[in-house]
C-alpha cells in the first residue's frame, strides 16, 4: 500500500472565539445571510482536487461526498453503509469475493446524461489505471476484475475476500464520474466536476467553491438548504473568525485552536451573539511512533518505559482543552473491535517505578537521550506544544533527558523514510468507519507507519481473517487479539481521539447530523431559517 494523503491535517475541527466575543462586526445580516436559505460555510482545509481519482484529503472528499453519488453510502449517526446509487448490493455466495450491485432507476448526471453500470466501471477501472499518488487506489486494490452484465447491473470480483469492500466503495473512492466528461487515463486538471450526487458545483477557485442543489439527483439524502458557498481559509485561522464573526459565513468547519472551542462551549457571550458550538463524534486519532530499528527505541525496554510515563489526561486537558479525549487502544472508541489494551498494560496514570524497572530490566542504567519529532505544519500547531509536555513528562521521571525537534512536513516525511526519527507522531482520520481501516494501513504490508514493524501472525492471519469477515458486527475477537499484541510490543502507542465541531452563527440546523464517525460532512442536512 503506498502511503497517501490521508493523514490528519489538523489536529481538531474548527472552534471560533479570537474576535467573536470581542463584539466585531454588525448584528445584521451579512454574505452568510443571503435569501433563499442557502448558506456559507468557511473552513481551514483546501480542496485540493475536484477529481475523485487524484483527491484523498479531507477537503477533496468532503466536495466528492455531496457532488457525486457512490454505489453506497453512509447514513447520519451510522457506520454501516446503505444502498445510495444502487437499489441494492450484495456479496454472492459464501465468501467474501463476488459482490453485486443493481442500480436505481432513472440515475442522472447533472448535466442530464444517463448514469448507467457503464459509468460505475468506468469509475473504478478509472481511479485503478491512473493510480495516482495523490489517489485513493489502495481502498480499491481487492478489485480484480468488473463486469457488467446489463446497463443496471454491476459485478465485482474481488482477488481476496474483503468483507469491508462495501464501506470502502462508499467512501469517496468510490465516485462515480460520467465517462463522457473525464479522460480514461489522465486526471482532469479544469476545476470542473459533473456527478450525480445532491449538489452540483458551479464554480471553484482557491477561494471559494459554489454549489446548487441538483434538481435530477435521485437517492437517498433530502436537501434542506439552496445552495452551499464553500470559502476557503487555508491556514488563515484569525481570517475565518473574523469571517463568522461579521456574518460572512454561516458555519465555520474545522481547523481552529483547541482554546477557542473551549472558550466559546458554554459561553455567555457567545449565545448573546447567537453563535453556537455544534459538538459531534469522531474517529480521528493521534499515535506516537515508534521506529523499531532505532539504537534507542529499538529496545522494547525503552518503548515500555514511555508506555508507562505519559500522561494523557493531562495532556487533552492542557493541550486540547479536553477538545480530545485519552486513546488506549489503535481502535478508537464507536468503532468495532475498540478494547482498553494500553491502559490494561500500562495504566491510565503515570508509573515511574514500572518505568524504570522496564528500564533495568533492559539493561539501561542512566538516563536515555531522546529526541521527539514534531511537523505542525501537518498536524497542527498545538502539536509541538504537546510533545513539549511529553517531554517533559518523561523527563520529570529522571529516567530521560528528552527533547523535541519541529520540521515542516517535506522534510518530516524525508525524515521519517530515511530511518533518521526514533520517535515521531502520526495523526489519522479514517476513509471509513471500519477497524480495518485503522490496522491494515498501520500493520499491513507496506504500512503507512514507516517504522520497521513487522508481526507475521498480524499480516498473515489476523488481518487477513478480519477482512474476511462479512459481519463487521462480529469481528471483536481478532481486533482485540491484534491491539493486544500491539500493546505488548509497543510499535506505536496511542495517544487521544479527536471531536469533531462546527461553530455556527444564526438560525442554522442540522450539523449535528454532519459530524460523525463517517466523517461525512453533510451539505443537505444543514438548514437556515
Given at each position: 500500500m503506498?502511503?497517501?494523503?490521508?493523514w490528519l491535517?489538523?489536529?481538531?475541527?474548527?472552534?471560533?472565539?479570537?474576535?467573536l466575543?470581542s463584539g466585531?462586526?454588525d448584528e445584521?445580516s451579512?454574505?452568510?445571510?443571503?435569501?433563499?436559505?442557502s448558506?456559507v460555510?468557511g473552513?481551514?482545509?483546501?480542496?485540493?482536487?475536484t477529481d475523485?481519482?487524484a483527491g484523498?484529503?479531507?477537503?477533496?472528499?468532503?466536495?466528492?461526498n455531496?457532488?457525486f453519488?457512490?454505489?453506497?453510502s453512509f447514513p447520519?449517526?451510522?457506520?454501516?453503509?446503505e444502498?445510495?446509487?444502487a437499489e441494492?448490493?450484495?456479496f454472492e455466495?459464501s465468501g467474501s469475493?463476488?459482490?453485486?450491485?443493481?442500480?436505481?432507476?432513472?440515475l442522472?448526471?447533472?448535466?442530464?446524461?444517463?448514469?448507467?453500470?457503464?459509468?460505475v466501471?468506468f469509475s473504478?477501472?478509472r481511479?485503478r489505471k491512473i493510480?495516482?499518488?495523490?489517489g485513493?487506489m489502495?481502498?480499491?486494490?481487492?478489485i480484480d476484475?468488473?463486469?457488467?452484465?446489463?446497463?443496471?447491473t454491476?459485478?465485482?470480483?474481488?482477488s481476496?475476500?474483503?468483507a469491508?469492500?462495501p464501506?470502502k466503495?462508499?467512501?469517496?473512492a468510490?465516485?462515480?464520474?460520467?465517462?463522457?466528461?473525464y479522460p480514461a487515463?489522465?486526471?482532469r486538471t479544469?476545476?470542473?466536476a459533473v456527478?450525480?450526487?445532491p449538489?452540483k458545483?458551479?464554480s471553484y477557485?482557491?477561494?471559494e467553491?459554489a454549489?446548487s442543489v441538483n434538481?435530477?439527483?435521485?437517492?437517498?439524502?433530502e436537501?434542506r438548504?439552496?445552495?452551499?458557498?464553500l470559502k476557503f481559509?487555508p491556514g488563515?485561522q484569525?481570517a475565518?473568525?473574523?469571517?463568522?464573526?461579521?456574518?460572512?459565513?454561516?458555519?465555520a468547519?474545522r481547523g481552529?485552536?483547541a482554546?477557542?472551542?473551549?472558550?466559546?462551549?458554554?459561553?455567555?457571550?457567545?449565545?448573546d451573539?447567537g453563535?453556537?458550538?455544534?459538538?459531534?463524534?469522531s474517529?480521528e486519532?493521534?499515535?506516537?511512533?515508534f521506529n523499531?530499528?532505532d539504537a534507542?527505541?529499538?529496545?522494547?525496554?525503552v518503548?515500555k518505559?514511555?508506555?508507562y510515563?505519559?500522561?494523557?489526561?493531562?495532556?487533552?486537558?492542557?493541550?486540547?482543552?479536553?477538545?480530545a479525549?485519552?486513546?488506549?487502544?489503535?481502535?478508537?472508541?464507536?468503532i468495532?473491535?475498540?478494547n482498553?489494551?494500553?491502559?490494561?498494560?500500562?495504566?491510565g496514570?503515570?508509573?515511574?517505578q514500572?518505568?524504570?524497572q522496564a528500564?533495568?530490566?533492559?539493561?539501561?542504567s542512566?538516563?536515555v537521550k531522546l529526541?521527539?519529532w514534531s511537523?505542525?505544519?501537518?498536524y497542527?500547531?498545538?502539536?509541538?506544544?504537546?510533545?513539549k509536555v511529553?517531554?517533559?513528562?518523561?523527563n520529570?521521571?529522571?529516567?530521560?533527558?528528552?527533547?523535541v525537534k519541529s520540521?515542516?512536513?517535506?522534510?518530516?516525511?524525508?525524515?521519517?523514510?530515511?530511518g533518521?526519527?526514533?520517535?515521531?507522531?502520526?495523526?489519522?482520520?479514517?476513509?471509513?468507519?471500519?477497524p480495518?481501516n485503522?490496522?491494515?494501513?498501520?500493520?499491513?504490508?507496506?504500512?503507512?507507519?514507516?517504522n520497521?514493524y513487522?508481526?507475521?501472525?498480524i499480516?498473515?492471519?489476523i488481518l487477513?481473517e478480519?477482512?474476511g469477515?462479512?459481519d463487521?458486527?462480529a469481528?471483536?475477537?481478532p481486533?482485540?487479539e491484534?491491539?493486544?499484541l500491539?500493546a505488548?510490543?509497543?510499535?506505536?502507542?496511542?495517544?487521544?481521539q479527536?471531536k469533531q465541531?462546527?461553530?455556527a452563527?444564526?438560525d442554522v440546523?442540522g450539523?449535528?447530523w454532519?459530524?460523525?464517525a463517517?466523517?461525512?460532512f453533510r451539505?443537505?442536512?444543514?438548514e437556515?431559517?
Amino acid at each position: 500500500m503506498k502511503a497517501r494523503n490521508k493523514w490528519l491535517t489538523a489536529p481538531l475541527a474548527a472552534g471560533l472565539a479570537a474576535g467573536l466575543l470581542s463584539g466585531c462586526g454588525d448584528e445584521g445580516s451579512g454574505s452568510g445571510d443571503s435569501g433563499g436559505g442557502s448558506l456559507v460555510i468557511g473552513m481551514s482545509d483546501e480542496v485540493l482536487s475536484t477529481d475523485p481519482a487524484a483527491g484523498y484529503d479531507p477537503g477533496s472528499w468532503l466536495l466528492f461526498n455531496n457532488v457525486f453519488q457512490s454505489l453506497l453510502s453512509f447514513p447520519k449517526g451510522s457506520s454501516m453503509p446503505e444502498p445510495e446509487a444502487a437499489e441494492s448490493c450484495g456479496f454472492e455466495g459464501s465468501g467474501s469475493t463476488v459482490y453485486r450491485c443493481k442500480l436505481r432507476d432513472g440515475l442522472k448526471f447533472s448535466n442530464g446524461n444517463p448514469l448507467t453500470s457503464e459509468d460505475v466501471k468506468f469509475s473504478f477501472d478509472r481511479v485503478r489505471k491512473i493510480d495516482s499518488e495523490a489517489g485513493p487506489m489502495p481502498l480499491l486494490s481487492t478489485i480484480d476484475e468488473i463486469r457488467t452484465p446489463d446497463e443496471k447491473t454491476v459485478v465485482f470480483k474481488l482477488s481476496v475476500p474483503d468483507a469491508t469492500f462495501p464501506s470502502k466503495i462508499a467512501s469517496g473512492a468510490g465516485s462515480i464520474v460520467d465517462h463522457r466528461e473525464y479522460p480514461a487515463d489522465a486526471l482532469r486538471t479544469d476545476g470542473k466536476a459533473v456527478g450525480s450526487g445532491p449538489y452540483k458545483l458551479d464554480s471553484y477557485s482557491k477561494e471559494e467553491a459554489a454549489f446548487s442543489v441538483n434538481e435530477g439527483y435521485r437517492g437517498t439524502a433530502e436537501t434542506r438548504n439552496a445552495g452551499v458557498t464553500l470559502k476557503f481559509f487555508p491556514g488563515d485561522q484569525k481570517a475565518l473568525a473574523s469571517a463568522l464573526g461579521e456574518g460572512d459565513v454561516d458555519v465555520a468547519y474545522r481547523g481552529l485552536p483547541a482554546e477557542e472551542i473551549s472558550e466559546l462551549q458554554g459561553s455567555a457571550a457567545a449565545d448573546d451573539r447567537g453563535i453556537e458550538v455544534v459538538e459531534g463524534s469522531s474517529a480521528e486519532v493521534q499515535h506516537l511512533v515508534f521506529n523499531v530499528d532505532d539504537a534507542v527505541v529499538g529496545r522494547l525496554g525503552v518503548r515500555k518505559a514511555i508506555a508507562y510515563l505519559i500522561d494523557r489526561d493531562a495532556l487533552v486537558r492542557d493541550v486540547y482543552q479536553s477538545t480530545a479525549t485519552p486513546l488506549y487502544s489503535i481502535i478508537p472508541a464507536g468503532i468495532a473491535g475498540h478494547n482498553t489494551a494500553f491502559f490494561d498494560l500500562y495504566g491510565g496514570e503515570p508509573q515511574p517505578q514500572k518505568a524504570e524497572q522496564a528500564l533495568r530490566s533492559a539493561g539501561i542504567s542512566g538516563k536515555v537521550k531522546l529526541t521527539l519529532w514534531s511537523t505542525p505544519s501537518r498536524y497542527g500547531p498545538a502539536t509541538d506544544q504537546e510533545f513539549k509536555v511529553i517531554a517533559k513528562q518523561l523527563n520529570a521521571s529522571g529516567l530521560f533527558d528528552a527533547t523535541v525537534k519541529s520540521v515542516d512536513f517535506e522534510e518530516y516525511e524525508k525524515g521519517i523514510a530515511a530511518g533518521k526519527y526514533g520517535v515521531y507522531v502520526k495523526g489519522w482520520v479514517p476513509d471509513y468507519p471500519d477497524p480495518d481501516n485503522f490496522t491494515q494501513p498501520f500493520f499491513g504490508e507496506g504500512n503507512v507507519l514507516g517504522n520497521n514493524y513487522d508481526n507475521k501472525r498480524i499480516t498473515g492471519s489476523i488481518l487477513p481473517e478480519a477482512a474476511g469477515e462479512s459481519d463487521r458486527t462480529a469481528v471483536d475477537k481478532p481486533y482485540v487479539e491484534l491491539q493486544n499484541l500491539v500493546a505488548q510490543e509497543l510499535p506505536i502507542l496511542p495517544l487521544w481521539q479527536g471531536k469533531q465541531y462546527a461553530v455556527a452563527r444564526g438560525d442554522v440546523a442540522g450539523l449535528q447530523w454532519t459530524l460523525d464517525a463517517s466523517t461525512v460532512f453533510r451539505f443537505w442536512e444543514i438548514e437556515k431559517a
